[in-house]
């Protein structure tokens, strides 16, 4: 039989030597996940009012796009272009996507609503009292970029705006796919407001953009 007073013991200041490290590795690692897999933002404006208020929370996914497309109806984070900002502070925006490479927005049929490839889009999430667009447009989504918009229609800085803004250059009204950072997916702050960000069901019944258009 061992003697239990022979048994190797561990020191009582083992714990406090290894916290320091162990604080350094969970550093690094919430470091990696925020650069890398998800980060926290907050909304600074009403442009996408009542879906995300001022000051609201949501968790996005940054790796989203690197192993797949933006697709219609989604929330996303993006490097916005600086003929969008309107000051230095400024640099990641949050729209809704409304057109992917190829597609063909048009407002607005004769019930008001904006059409995707020919399909009229039913969007309960617009501001109440907004139309579906401040203004009519015709557009044709250039390929490797995204047609954004905000919800509050009639308050944002989005890709309507640049459009009429930038007299009608494409180029300036949309964003290039590399520029996104990632795809909001969860509002969680503040907590009685804590809600999935799920692509709307009138997305699903927009066909692809015809050949050569």
């Known amino acids: 039989m061992i003697d239990d007073e022979k048994k190797p013991r561990a020191g009582r200041g083992s714990f406090w030597k290894e916290l320091p490290v162990l604080l350094v590795v969970a550093l690094v690692v919430a470091l990696l ?96 009292g907004n139309k579906a667009a401040p203004a009519p447009f015709d557009i044709t989504v250039p390929a490797g970029r ?23 250059d494409i180029m300036q009204a949309t964003i290039p796919l590399d520029a996104l950072v990632g795809r909001a997916f969860v509002l969680f702050w503040p907590f009685d407001r804590a809600t999935w960000l799920t692509v709307p069901k009138t997305f699903d019944a927009v066909p692809d953009p015809s050949p050569g258009k």
């Open 33 to 128: 996940v925020r650069q890398f897999v998800v980060q926290t933002f907050y909304i600074p404006t009403g442009s996408m009012e009542q879906t995300l208020l001022v000051d609201n929370r949501v968790l996005v996914n940054k790796l989203a796009f690197e192993f797949g497309e933006p697709e219609r109806g989604e929330i996303v984070v993006f490097e916005a272009p600086l003929s969008w900002r309107s000051s230095t502070e400024q640099e990641d925006f949050i729209k809704r996507v409304i057109g992917v490479p190829g597609d063909h927005v048009v407002c607005c049929d004769a019930q008001g609503r904006i059409t995707v490839n020919g399909q009229p889009l039913d969007e309960p999430y617009v501001f109440p």
């Open 146 to 168: 995204v047609w954004v918009m905000g919800d509050h229609r009639e308050a944002s800085a989005d890709s309507l705006a640049n459009y009429n803004g930038h007299n009608q």
